[in-house]
């Protein structure tokens, strides 16, 4: 009989049925596992020692194993680089900010099926889907040590390795768990789903989850350029997108982060500045310019734009009323950007075998 995971609350409630435990253990459970971070059944001193047998013989507490963990040099981002069962590598990023805003960013699939240029998660196609449970450890695994640290998870990104519109239902599941009071505890909108675009997935969103944070990856304004760095735009191309977007905002009232990595000669142009200020100012827009991230794994074939340019493009949305932010770069000695780390292990563990 395969064990099912702690994180599995409705097949947790059908085993405590099955053997007539009071609903009531339930939520004693639940206080061990999110509130006090016991991870060992048998520590669990609120239940009977039946019923933590019961949970020994048929659940397990985590499947991922730590397979790298790196902190950078000023402590405040942590990387983990965790193994499936089944061998696959994902990555969680978590960032302490000194206001105590920590941010989690966890990753929904392995490896990721659309294959953007500049992105290292792209190059290792799609491996899986992960489960629900797989999500949640990625979580209870950062919470518990900040935990330990004396400190609290404030905010939860799907901006790590996947793209969470194609991984719908265990995104879908694991926002709710996020968000109960019993576990982690998160106001929604502290949760944030960053997607590259994908038109049906955004119109269930703003129907499920009307408080939660959206982020757009645009990375272009027209198609022309988008379509030659995201493949997703022959889908669904702007247009399309942002159709999609204006009935999100109709039905949330929500602003939108818009992602735009500033690549070096291929979407930095100072007209494109322009075009981008025309396509959102008449939008509940927030954009956010990523500093390309050269690290390992990426392809190599692009740079970074200079600061001062993405200074430029900020003025120049300015004027079109547009709000703008330069992300901060956090972990670059850690190859902290999406899929870097699994990429570059991968790449070793290839080199050994050759
Ligand atoms: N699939 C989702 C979420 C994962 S990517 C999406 O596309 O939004 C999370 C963010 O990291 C995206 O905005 C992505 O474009 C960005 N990213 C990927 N590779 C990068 C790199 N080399 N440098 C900087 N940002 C990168």
Known sequence: ?????????????DLLQEHKIP???YGQIENAIYKNFITDFDEIQTIPKDLRNLLKENCFYQSLTVDHEATSSNGQTTKFLFKTTDDLLIEAVLMRHLTGRNTLCISCQAGCPMACSFCATGKLWLQKNLQLHEIIEQVMYAAKLLDSEGSKLRNIVFMGMGEPMLNYEPMKEAISMFCAQKKFDLANRRVTVSTCGIVPGINKFADD???TGLAISLHAPNDEIRKSIMPVDHTYNLDTLMTSLDRYTQKTNKRIFYEYIMINGVNDHLKLADELGKLLQWRLAHVNFIPYNPGEGTGGTYAATPR?????????LEKYGVVSTIRATMGDDINAACGQLARKKKEEEKKQEA
Do not use: G, Y
């Not at 395969?2 to 409705?10: A, E, R, V």
């Not at 993405?310 to 120049?316: A, D, L, M, P, S």
């Open 209 to 211: 989850f009307p408080q």
């Open 308 to 316: 001062f340019i993405i200074e430029r493009f900020q003025k120049i």
């Open 1 to 13: 009989m395969t064990k099912i995971s702690i994180h599995n609350q409705l097949q947790l409630r």
């Open 23 to 25: 609903a009531f253990r």
